[in-house]
T-cell receptor, first 114, second 115 residues
Framework: AQSVTQLDSHVSVSEGTPVLLRCNYSSSYSPSLFWYVQHPNKGLQLLLKYTSAATLVKGINGFEAEFKKSETSFHLTKPSAHMSDAAEYFCVVSDGGNTGKLIFGQGTTLQVKP | EAQVTQNPRYLITVTGKKLTVTCSQNMNHEYMSWYRQDPGLGLRQIYYSMNVEVTDKGDVPEGYKVSRKEKRNFPLILESPSPNQTSLYFC??????????????FGPGTRLTVT
């Protein structure tokens, strides 16, 4: 069965410093992986997705993620945090097959300090 | 504008009073689903629908019903709500669920409180 584990429930950075949000996955086959962001009182927005093409995936707003099969990781990074990046971030794996189910991690709250 | 809409956005109700949360998409998507979000648990799938008149249980279907009479609508029904159904609910849709290259679109969420 597929699963994802977000290693930090809360990350705090200063504005202008790098962001690292960690995610490990478990999958019996080559997975499709996503990062979604949820701003306060807002819906979910897709940041980026990995679907077995390039292992370094670029997303919106300067975010990137690298798929590392040997480490079963899909960490999200950004070189320089902005105040508007403060939100909750979800690492997600597709269940595969045709059910369309997305399996969400527990979420990481990113705090950006001025 | 391509979007998934949900109504109501906020709802406070009492135990046992039947309610319906509506979900509608304007992208002609085949697939729709419902999730609930609880602190520390991420989102969990309640029900999904592959097409009109085709629905199936997700991971946490107890206490919920759904119907898919039209392609664009997928209402979530709580026949007898209980306090443990207090949660944030999201509707999602996509064109082809078996192809993850197709993005899943989420609605804005419905915050339900059952007292």
């Amino acid at each position: 069965a597929q699963s994802v584990t977000q290693l930090d429930s809360h990350v705090s950075v200063s504005e202008g410093t790098p962001v690292l949000l960690r995610c490990n996955y478990s999958s019996s086959y080559s997975p499709s992986l996503f990062w979604y962001v949820q701003h306060p009182n807002k819906g979910l927005q897709l940041l980026l997705k990995y679907t077995s093409a390039a292992t370094l995936v670029k997303g919106i707003n300067g975010f990137e993620a690298e798929f590392k099969k040997s480490e079963t990781s899909f960490h999200l990074t950004k070189p320089s945090a902005h105040m508007s990046d403060a939100a909750e971030y979800f690492c997600v794996v597709s269940d595969g097959g045709n059910t369309g189910k997305l399996i969400f991690g527990q979420g990481t709250t990113l705090q950006v300090k001025p | 504008e391509a979007q998934v809409t949900q109504n109501p956005r906020y709802l406070i109700t009492v135990t046992g009073k039947k309610l319906t949360v509506t979900c509608s998409q304007n992208m002609n998507h085949e697939y729709m689903s419902w999730y609930r979000q609880d602190p520390g648990l991420g989102l969990r799938q309640i029900y999904y629908s592959m097409n009109v008149e085709v629905t199936d249980k997700g991971d946490v279907p107890e206490g919920y019903k759904v119907s898919r009479k039209e392609k664009r609508n997928f209402p979530l029904i709580l026949e007898s709500p209980s306090p443990n159904q207090t949660s944030l609910y999201f509707c999602a849709s996509t064109l082809y669920p078996g192809q993850s290259s197709y993005e899943q679109y989420f609605g804005p969420g419905t915050r339900l409180t059952v007292t």
